[in-house]
């Protein structure tokens, strides 16, 4: 039995930094059954408990090893909405194949790369539309289109909910529009998973932005019984640099959705995009990895500064790894400390300084402390911060009783209530930027809390 998942086949570095389309290629059916033949079908199925919506892995994967694709779909969508997203996004190392007993002695069942397989060959083959339920009556207004929103809306519409979608963009999906750059997941694949959701009837209303188009208030005077929050945290951070005014100088959220969203990158897009020479991106994560990426193929030299080292870096191992690929530079161990411009206010320079790790602080993660005297410039045209994003502070300030903790996160309750009677939130507007897969299960606890409540009061 082979100890390694089947390889995924990618488009080389050399050629994909020229063109925007998926690096990763995705599973042959052949590859998939051999693949899913690796899985011992454990008895106490540790993988599930990894998974933050409890997928009957072993299950859909036997079926996968019988070649019975459809059935794998089948037990997939029992507990998750958008499998073709979490298959090709989801931080599976630190989730259900972290807990893969296969792992032990060599590399875990490529669980998130089969998830993809059976999605991916569902959609080509056409899966057929569902079946709109009975409408049962009762009408629920979710805030935000993006995987908590999509996924709060789709279970609360499969159960019969007249359900509209409130979004601020103008078009839905959230950060798997605006945010993840087609390369990693193309636009096709999550605009056909929202039209599953028009299907079954969910109503979209874009270029709506809640607490500015219509209050809470004005949406549940209109016969809303519900509210479901799932506005995300698309407010960046800065770092207060001096000179991070300069021309030349982005929050990843800009930068990336003039990319994704506006396809700026084309000749033909309305949208223009600064086309850098060098570029230094600040910061660790998936973010940083995506916007660093995305310069690349700009064309730009490319630097990401980051004052851990590689171990602390929080970006999924599969994006480092392309991105060094990609011949993206590390400045690992290094942050900026000063921002340079030229006589026309344009970013020329960034300024940084060498960091050491000290003690653990409160996340754990062992201090960065700046080494005195060891400054250092690197030239460069543009600069991205990708240092993390805060909740938009605009529904809370507009709506009463909505309680915030210290970092402006709606408060909630076990079954994703917020401190006011009949509005519910999950996603990134309560725990902060987190990950896509636990903004969906939010959304899917939201919608039974809002059923349950709601059928009580019937
Ligand atoms: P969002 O996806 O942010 O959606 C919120 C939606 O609400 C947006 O469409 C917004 O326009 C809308 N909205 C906001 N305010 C209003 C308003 N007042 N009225 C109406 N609409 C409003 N996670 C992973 O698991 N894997 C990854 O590889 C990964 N990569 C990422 C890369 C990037 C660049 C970013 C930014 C994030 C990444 N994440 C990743 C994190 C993940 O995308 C988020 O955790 C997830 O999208 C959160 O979902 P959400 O529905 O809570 O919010
Ligand atoms: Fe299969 Fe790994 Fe889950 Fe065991 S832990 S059932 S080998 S996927």
Redesign the pocket.
């Known amino acids: 039995m082979q100890m390694n998942k089947h390889p995924m086949p990618v488009q080389e570095p050399d050629i994909r930094i020229t063109n925007v389309e998926e690096v990763a290629l995705g599973y042959t059916p052949e590859t998939a059954i051999e693949e899913a033949k690796?899985?011992?079908?454990?008895k106490h199925?540790?993988?599930?408990g990894g998974c933050p919506v409890n997928i009957h892995?072993?299950d859909f994967?036997a079926k996968v090893a019988e070649g019975d694709f459809e059935g794998a779909y089948r037990i997939i969508s029992l507990t998750s909405s958008l499998p073709a997203i979490c298959g090709r996004v989801c931080p599976q190392e630190s989730q259900?194949e972290s807990?893969?007993?296969?792992?032990i002695k060599g590399e875990?069942?490529a669980?998130g790369r089969l998830e993809r397989f059976v999605a991916d060959y569902m959609r080509e083959k056409g899966e057929g539309k569902p079946e709109k339920p009975q409408p049962n009556g009762h009408k629920v207004a979710v805030v935000g289109a993006g995987p908590a929103g999509l996924s709060a809306a789709g279970d609360l519409a499969g159960m019969g909910y007249e359900v509209t979608v409130f979004e601020a963009l103008h078009t839905p999906g959230g950060v798997l529009m605006y945010g993840i750059p087609e390369f990693r997941l193309p636009k096709a694949i999550v605009q056909h998973e929202i039209s599953k959701l028009k299907d079954l009837g969910v109503e979209f209303v874009t270029n709506f932005v809640v607490g500015r188009s219509e209050t809470i208030e004005e949406l549940m005077n209109e016969g809303y019984e519900a509210v479901f929050v799932g506005s995300g945290a698309g407010l960046p951070n800065f770092m207060n640099l001096p000179g991070e005014e300069l021309k030349g100088v982005f929050s990843a959220n800009e930068f990336l959705t003039r990319f994704n969203l506006m396809k700026a990158y084309r000749e033909d897009s309305p949208t223009p995009i600064h086309h850098p020479k060098k570029t230094v991106v600040v910061g660790g994560g998936n973010v940083a990895m995506d916007a660093a990426r995305c310069a690349r193929r700009l064309g730009s030299e490319v630097y990401i500064v980051y004052r851990r080292s590689l171990e602390e870096l929080p970006a999924r191992k599969e994006e480092v790894e392309h991105a060094m690929e990609e011949g993206i530079i590390f400045k690992l161990l290094n942050n900026p400390v000063a921002v340079h411009g030229d006589e026309n206010g344009c970013v020329n320079a960034v300024e940084c300084i060498e960091m050491e790790l000290g003690e653990p602080d409160a996340s754990g993660r062992r201090r960065p402390i700046a080494k005195e005297g060891s400054s250092f410039m690197i030239d460069a045209d543009c600069m991205i911060m990708a240092i993390g994003t805060s909740p938009n502070p605009l529904i809370r300030s507009t709506t009463e009783g909505l309680e915030t903790n210290r970092k402006g996160c709606l408060i909630v309750d076990e079954n994703e209530m917020t401190t006011r009677e009949g509005i519910y939130a999950g996603g990134d507007a309560v725990t902060g930027a987190a990950t896509v897969i636990s903004a969906m299960g939010a959304g899917k606890k939201a919608a039974a809390a809002i059923d349950k409540a709601l059928l009580k009061d019937a």
């Open positions: 690796r899985c011992l079908n454990c199925k540790p993988c599930i892995i072993p994967i259900c807990k893969c007993v296969r792992g875990p069942v669980i």
